[in-house]
């Protein structure tokens, strides 16, 4: 039987979709739902036909006080600089959805390769069987558009509960398009990540910051349009403890849009982008154990967004190593704002590897 948290009544009157979740052998001809089915108006009378929540939570990979961090039926997007763990957080997601019985697809547009990516799960906790049944799990590697659109439009009837998209950097040039164009991205969004949300799954997508460090600010890089396309939440991702294989990691995650206020009614304050938790892998004899630590709301946690793991690493490798900010801000050749960032998130990071039980209080 569907798990309860699995089944999400549509506020739209339709023809009703086959619940069977075995493959569809039909062949689909167009890659984007028959809109012609599709009635004029939103039945309001069934939106509100049960109890009408106050505030709209995030369902999909819950951190430890049970609040998620993705939105079920929306668009969300994780970004960061590379190796910060946006993927093995999206992994997370995915072992947390599998252990509840739901269905996931994986596109993995940067070819990482399935051997790694069913490893991480598996190391995460996924029971291999699940891993491997194709009614639970489903990964694939698009080679061209045609192959990404008969996806798309096969797992229309699948119905997964979680799509990840890795990376949605790479679905803008597999059209042929500019990522800076936002009527090439709006194209992508309207032809593959539409589809996608119209199942009734969480989509999270992953992306990459700009290199510009106003651009970094803002978000991940690329158009305005990718930003304005998020109906759930937008997450960044910044090292805390650097992921090493076997031996876990860790990274901070603050949000950076939220459309429903859900996450972040339920996180630090004070911030423009403010806390959402503590990613955390630990080794757990031959597996990695996940977690994601709550904040305290009522806690401000200062803002890191612009201390990359490259920076850190530059700073980590000053011999000597610095003893203040303007000690290193001549000897890297940064702005003040930048090494003064950087200096703070090297000491706490240095801190806690010292002191690692205060760190986990």
Not at 115 to 135: C, F, H, K, W, Y
Not at 186 to 212: E, Q, S, W, Y
Not at 331 to 347: A, E, H, I, Q, S
Request: hydrophobic letters at 35%; a neutral charge.
């Amino acid at each position: 039987m569907q798990p309860a948290e699995e089944i999400r009544s549509s506020a739209i009157i339709s023809e009703p979709r086959t619940t069977d979740t075995q493959p569809s052998d039909a062949v689909h001809e167009s890659p984007i739902p028959d809109e012609s089915m599709k009635p004029l108006y939103v039945d309001m009378a069934a939106v509100l036909s049960g109890e009408v929540p106050a505030l709209i939570l995030p369902e999909v990979c819950r951190r430890g006080d049970g609040i998620g961090l993705f939105y079920r039926g929306q668009y969300n997007v994780v970004f960061g600089d590379p190796e910060t763990g946006k993927t093995l957080l999206t992994d997370y997601a995915t072992v947390q959805k599998l252990a509840a019985g739901g269905r996931v697809l994986r596109l993995d547009l940067d070819h990482n390769g399935p051997l790694p990516a069913g490893s991480r799960l598996i190391t995460m906790g996924a029971p291999r069987e699940v891993v491997t049944d194709q009614n639970r799990l489903r990964y694939v590697e698009p080679e061209d558009v045609a192959n990404l659109l008969a996806i798309i439009a096969d797992v229309a009837d699948w119905r997964p509960t979680l799509v990840i998209i890795d990376s949605v950097g790479e679905l803008v040039p597999m059209f042929g398009g500019n990522s800076n164009s936002a009527d090439e991205f709006t194209n992508c969004h309207r032809r593959v990540i539409k589809p996608l949300v119209r199942t009734g799954a969480c989509v999270v997508a992953i992306d990459h910051l700009a290199k510009g460090e106003a651009s970094r600010s803002y978000g991940a890089g690329g158009t305005i349009a990718k930003k304005r396309a998020v109906g759930g939440v937008a997450l960044r991702v910044t090292i805390d403890a650097a992921f090493t294989p076997g031996k876990g990691g860790s990274a901070r995650l603050t949000i950076n849009k939220d459309r429903h206020g859900g996450l972040r009614a339920n996180c630090s304050v004070g911030n423009r982008e403010p806390y959402a938790g503590k990613f955390i892998l630990s080794p757990d004899g031959d597996s990695l154990r996940g977690e994601i630590r709550a904040p305290d709301p009522s806690v401000r946690i200062e803002q890191e967004n612009s201390a990359s793991a490259a920076d850190i690493a530059a700073m980590d490798a000053l011999n000597p190593p610095p003893t203040s900010a303007r000690d290193a801000r001549p000897r890297l050749g940064w702005n003040d704002k930048r090494t003064r960032t950087v200096f703070k998130v090297w000491v706490r990071q240095k801190n806690e590897k010292r002191w690692p039980t205060e760190s986990a209080a």
